[in-house]
């Protein structure tokens, strides 16, 4: 992390910059995790609560590059309804559905191409943000009129059969900050000096940083930095309690533990996103930016165990794609009379979601599955 810059009058981010700095001299530092939930989720001047803060995003995701993605992702829920004895109604539970334009992707797809799949499909548009799910509501209004989808703000309690997916969720949820100093664990806290907002290190403020590294046989070094995300393993563990018979498909930057706390990353992997640049100071402009780390798959297969969820694969995104759009020659690219030209930029942007310098091989695609045999599944064939 480095120095603050001063936040200018009018800036999106002063307000929270205030409360936070009035509830610290108050109480004292807060742990990175509170900051950045704080940061991303406060009911009013959070990253993702703001309406309309999407229309201007600092990021894009895959889903942003070509309707490709939903459409692949639509015949990957198609098959696994078909795993489980195609059964009626089939929950396809999007959790972290933003605006809802991979809902949108996913359903006006299901309903030209996989008509039988459509029919038994009840599609839960799961969104914190309340400004998000008025936009989601709004765009998905046409299939939210067919029955076919409903928006919540929570995973629903009892999914007898279906899928609860998400893509760039995890890597969005408050993550907690350790260091290692003089052999001990420490917890990176966010305190005060003057008006700038300071990182101070302290006890952990749960022993749950511990267990959590131990699960894992973790041994972080000396001097070296790193996140927990215990809300990502509570996540997992929830969606995993509330699904009877299906998968969790979780779509997301990041590594397994071994290739995630090293040398590589001895300054953890959180960073922050605004006006589509990227920088490690994490503490600007609370509200203001978008604040992101790298998935740790390694702890969503151990906490998923203990909601009943085995491990059916984890492949690259470019492997996950290929696998499925291969059996079509990709097809699902093009719209019905679209020139060569456009035909031709169509594959361009696949080339985005797929090459190892673009999308492709940054983001991982975990499945894993409940109540089931070992399924096979084709987005999983490539590897
Ligand atoms: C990085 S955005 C990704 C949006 C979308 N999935 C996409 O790929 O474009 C993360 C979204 O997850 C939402 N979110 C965060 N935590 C959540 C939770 N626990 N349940 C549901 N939505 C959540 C955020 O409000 C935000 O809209």
Avoid at 26 to 53: D, K, N, T, V
Avoid at 188 to 217: A, C, D, K
Avoid at 331 to 357: C, F, M, S, V, W
Wanted: charged share 20%.
């Amino acid at each position: 992390m480095t120095g603050q810059a001063p936040l200018a009058a009018g800036d999106p981010a002063a307000p929270l910059h205030s409360i936070l700095a009035a509830r610290i001299r108050q109480s004292g530092p807060i742990p990175f995790a509170e900051y950045m939930r704080e940061c991303l989720y406060h009911p009013e001047h959070g990253y993702y609560s703001r309406a309309g803060a999407g229309k201007f995003a600092d990021y894009y995701t895959s889903v942003d590059v070509h309707p490709i993605f939903g459409r692949l992702l639509a015949r990957q829920l198609a098959e696994m309804w078909e795993v489980l004895g195609s059964p009626r109604p089939f929950n396809a539970v999007e959790a972290g559905a933003g605006v809802g334009r991979l809902a949108g992707h996913i359903l006006d797809f299901a309903a030209h191409e996989l008509p039988a799949f459509y029919g038994a499909l009840e599609y839960v548009a799961v969104e914190r943000s309340a400004a998000r799910r008025a936009e989601h509501s709004e765009r998905l209004a046409v299939h939210g009129g067919a029955g076919k989808v409903s928006s919540s703000s929570e995973i629903p309690r009892a999914i007898a059969a279906g899928c609860i997916f998400s893509n760039e969720l995890l890597d969005a949820l408050p993550t907690h900050r350790v260091a290692v100093e003089n052999g001990k664990l420490r917890e990176m806290n966010v305190g005060i000096e003057g008006e700038r907002l300071v990182e101070i290190s302290g006890e952990p403020s749960t022993p749950r940083l511990e267990e959590y590294f131990r699960e894992q046989g973790i041994a972080l070094q000396e001097g070296w930095q790193a996140e927990a995300c215990l809300e990502a393993c509570e996540w997992i563990e929830n969606a995993g309690r509330a699904l009877d018979r299906g998968f969790v498909l979780t779509i997301d930057y990041g590594h397994e533990a071994s290739a995630l706390y090293n040398e590589r990353h001895n300054r953890g992997t959180l960073l922050a996103y605004r006006d589509h640049a990227v920088s490690e100071n994490l503490l600007d402009a609370p509200g203001g930016q978008d604040l992101t780390s790298h998935v740790n798959f390694t702890a969503l297969e151990l906490w998923g165990r203990r909601a009943g969820l085995s491990r059916t694969g984890l492949v690259t995104q470019s492997q996950f794609l290929v696998a499925l759009g291969r059996a079509n020659e990709f097809a699902d690219l093009y719209e019905p009379g679209q020139t060569e030209l456009e035909k031709l930029r169509a594959r361009l942007l696949l080339k985005n979601l797929i090459h190892p310098e673009g999308l492709g091989e940054k983001f991982q695609v975990l499945i894993q599955q409940k109540g089931i045999g070992m399924p096979n599944l084709t987005g999983l064939s490539g590897y």
